[in-house]
């Protein structure tokens, strides 16, 4: 599976452990400066992202796949 198909098919309603971080190791900042292009978090998501709550990291997820997606459709 690819890391895109990974971010996309995880469920972070489902998941039973901690949340794991969204990273893949491909670290791009989109040509706006906005997100990662890896993981699709936003700067502030990805600075965030250590000291956040569970709940936190999910609206995290749940964001990161709608980015992720509407990239796709492009």
């Known amino acids: ?4 198909a990974a971010l996309r098919n995880f469920d972070p ?6 949340l794991p971080s969204p990273c893949i190791k491909l670290c791009r900042i989109d040509a706006g400066g906005t997100y990662c292009t890896g993981c699709w978090r936003t700067l ?3 600075a ?5 709550s ?4 999910r609206r995290i ?5 709608a980015r992720a997606a509407a ?3 492009r």
């Open 54 to 57: 569970e709940e936190h990291k």
């Open 13 to 18: 309603h489902t998941a039973t452990a901690a």
């Open 1 to 4: 599976m690819s890391d895109a």
């Open 61 to 65: 997820w749940l964001a990161l796949q």
């Open 44 to 46: 502030d998501e990805i």
């Open 48 to 52: 965030q992202w250590r000291g956040a």
């Open 71 to 73: 990239a796709e459709r």
